[in-house]
C-alpha cells in the first residue's frame, strides 16, 4: 500500500539546523510532484516547498525562502527538506505531499512534529 514516513522532526533551539526525510513506497515516486506542508496549532495547512518530478524545478514560501531546500532522491524514493536559520514561528507539525498533477491524486504522510524553541 502507499507510505509516506516522515523522520527528522525534534526540538531546536532558534537559529538552528533541522533536515527531514520523507521515504516513499506503493507508488511511482519519480512520476509524482513532491510538497512538504505544515500546519501550527490554530492555523491553517500551508504549503512550505514544492519539487517537480524532476527536481529540477523548485518552489517556496516567501516565509522560508532563502532558509529552507527542498531536494528528492528519485532513486531512493525520498524527498528531504532542509531547514536552516529556525525560528519560534517555524514551529509545526510538518506534512510530506506526493502529487500526480496530470490526475491530481495525491498521498499524505502522518507529519513530524517540529519545535523550535530556546
Known amino acids: 500500500q502507499v507510505q509516506l514516513v516522515e523522520s527528522g522532526g525534534g526540538l531546536v533551539q532558534p537559529g538552528g539546523s533541522l533536515r527531514l526525510s520523507c521515504a516513499a513506497s506503493?507508488?511511482?515516486?519519480?512520476?509524482?510532484?513532491m510538497r512538504w506542508y505544515r500546519q501550527a496549532p490554530g492555523r491553517e495547512r500551508e504549503l512550505v516547498a514544492h519539487v517537480t518530478s524532476s527536481g529540477r524545478i523548485t518552489t517556496y514560501a516567501d516565509s522560508v525562502k532563502g532558509r529552507f531546500t527542498i531536494s528528492r532522491d528519485n532513486a531512493k524514493n525520498t524527498v528531504y527538506l532542509q531547514m536552516n536559520s529556525l525560528k519560534p514561528e517555524d514551529t509545526a507539525v510538518y506534512y510530506c505531499?506526493?502529487?500526480?498533477?496530470?490526475?491530481?491524486?495525491?498521498?499524505w504522510g502522518q507529519g513530524t512534529q517540529v519545535t523550535v524553541s530556546s
Open positions: 505531499n506526493a502529487v500526480r498533477l496530470t490526475t491530481g491524486y495525491e498521498y
Open positions: 506503493g507508488f511511482t515516486f519519480s512520476t509524482h510532484d
